[in-house]
């Protein structure tokens, strides 16, 4: 995909994808956080409901029993005005009637009809005998209102006994719901919840585009609504500023990436730059006989500086395998060592250098005979240049085994780097026909501590040998470590700090000198 981000319209589309998508989880984020927060505004509400309804029917009651327990002579004229005086003081009632025989005779606000009129049919009658009217016309107006009666008593209920709390941002219902009975009446609110039957899932919740909560407490209960698109209308300005925020964070990330990317690409560009200036240099790590300490061999490490400053090879090399640019360096780095070791190769036929190449290098058939017209026209033989290739290249076994075998038929010995940090087996290796192993510093470092995996280099050794493989123990930086190599038979080389840090061809080269 990297090879895109130097194209505009991937650049664009991706910015826009990027922008829309963090637009889009602003908004999902923002309509979740109105509706969790408006959760406890919808609870406060309807609990103010709940408490209003308790009051309503529980005035209701205390009346009924005060009109039922009249002192005077059935709709006398005392009636009426004790009648009278008992509503003036309460709080949620606009009527006090007196029945009998399924007739109305009279009431405070009605007086002494005279003529008695038929009761109309209650919605609902509970086991304690009580009449439940959810919305009855009035006999006395056109309106309409509760009416709760028992034994020879009613009472209106106030239509308005909820407005002072009403809030525009809910629908509500408030509900008769007599114990033993299973079915509640409506009775008061903006909700059309029908007369009786109400099922009240309970406590809080979401159904479809409506989030409700109800609550119920001795005969009253409550259901109150909202309606999602309403709560996220009124919650518009947060809404638009956390929806440009996520777009604003997608932006953001788009820009990163592609200043990321363009960092690469500028790697990129500066690396090609110092390769075509021959800017790149080569230093040289001693191998070591372990037991003796006599050099043997000497990797080459490639090195960059620039600007004073040194880039290290974790990060141009991966760099350079993208880009296509590891077969130059590879090259790069082979003169390099031709030219500054040639010399010393010849002085030294039993002393060879080990170069690292790329799954690239492998697997390019050309390779080989570049190199060894190379190695020709410097007088190197092909036995004194080893490879170094990690496990990772040898992932496809029938390509890699083929590729290993063209290299070695012109001498070149083979290494696998960094054994242990791949999934290779050391059966698979010895399929593979490398010449040896170099065992990773993680490895050696365990020597002396005590980490379990001390036991797996023993076990590492062994088998390399049984598979045929030479040894190269890499990260050799202690006494202990070196001591623990040098014991083992037969020998193994190593490769260390303890011996040597990577340093320039001189350095290599008075190493192999003749000790006076
Ligand atoms: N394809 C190519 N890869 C190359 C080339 N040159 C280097 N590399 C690879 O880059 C990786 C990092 O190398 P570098 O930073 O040079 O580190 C090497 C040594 O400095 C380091 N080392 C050696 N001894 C010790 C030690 O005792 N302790 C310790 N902590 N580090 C030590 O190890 C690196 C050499 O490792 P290896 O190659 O596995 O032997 C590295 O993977 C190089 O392979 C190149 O030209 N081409």
Not at 31 to 56: C, K, P
Not at 176 to 193: A, C, E, K, R
Not at 488 to 509: C, E, H, N
Request: glycine letters at 8%; proline letters at 4%.
């Amino acid at each position: 995909m990297s090879r895109y981000f130097d194209r505009r319209w991937f650049l664009a589309i991706m910015t826009i994808v990027l922008v829309a998508a963090g637009a889009l989880c602003g908004t999902w984020i923002s309509r979740l956080v109105v509706i969790s927060s408006d959760r406890g505004q919808m609870q406060i509400f309807a609990d103010q409901l709940l408490n209003r309804a308790v009051e309503v029917f529980a005035e209701a009651d205390k009346m009924l029993a005060v009109v039922n327990a009249s002192p005077h002579p059935f709709c006398s004229d005392k009636e009426i005005m004790f009648l009278r005086d008992m509503l003036f003081g309460t709080k949620y009632l606009k009527d006090m009637g007196r029945v009998r025989d399924g007739f109305f005779h009279c009431s405070a606000v009605f007086g002494n009809g005279k003529k008695p009129m038929p009761l109309i049919k209650h919605d609902l009658e509970t086991p304690d005998g009580k009449l439940i009217y959810a919305n009855s016309r009035l006999a006395i107006s056109k309106s309409t209102a509760p009416i709760i009666g028992i034994g020879n008593a009613n009472v209106v209920l106030d239509p308005a006994a909820f407005e002072t709390l009403k809030n525009p941002a809910y629908t509500f219902g408030v509900m008769y719901n007599p114990q033993g009975v299973s079915s509640t009446v409506g009775m008061f609110g903006t909700l059309d919840i029908g007369k009786t039957g109400m099922e009240l899932p309970a406590g809080a919740g979401r159904i479809g585009d409506t989030v409700y909560r109800n609550v119920c407490r001795n005969t009253a209960c409550v259901t109150v609504h909202a309606e999602v698109g309403r709560l996220e209308s009124s919650a518009e300005p947060i809404t638009s500023i956390i929806t440009t925020f996520g777009a604003a964070l997608g932006g953001a990330a788009a820009v990163i990436l592609i200043l990321l990317q363009r960092n690469n690409l500028s790697l990129k560009a500066r690396l090609q730059h110092a390769l075509s200036q021959n800017r790149l240099t080569v230093e040289y790590q001693p191998i070591v006989d372990v037991a003796t300490g006599r050099p043997v061999a000497a990797e080459a490490l490639v090195r960059w500086r620039e600007n004073g400053e040194w880039i290290p090879p974790d990060v141009f090399i991966p760099v350079a395998e993208k880009a296509g640019l590891i077969n130059r360096l590879t090259i790069c780095v082979i003169d390099h060592v031709l030219s500054d070791m040639a010399a010393s190769l010849d002085a030294n036929p039993d002393f060879h250098i080990s170069i690292n190449i790329s799954a690239a290098d492998l697997f390019d058939r050309h390779f080989g005979a570049l190199l060894a017209l190379r190695l020709k026209e410097a007088n190197v033989a092909n036995n004194q240049i080893a490879l170094e290739i990690t496990e990772r290249s040898t992932a496809n076994a029938a390509d890699a085994k083929e590729a290993i075998e063209r290299l070695r038929s012109r001498g070149h010995k083979i290494y696998i780097d960094d054994f242990g940090t791949g999934y290779s087996s050391l059966a698979y290796l010895g399929e593979l026909n490398v010449d040896g192993i170099k065992i990773d510093k993680s490895f050696t470092q365990t020597i002396g501590t005590s980490s379990v995996s001390v036991s797996i280099v023993p076990q590492i050794i062994d088998m390399a040998r049984a598979h045929g493989l030479a040894i190269v123990v890499e990260g050799i930086e202690t006494t202990a470590q070196r001591d623990y190599f040098a014991a083992l038979k037969p020998k193994v080389d190593g490769q260390g700090w303890l011996f040597g840090r990577p340093a320039s061809a001189i350095t290599i080269k008075k190493a192999l000198e003749p000790v006076a």
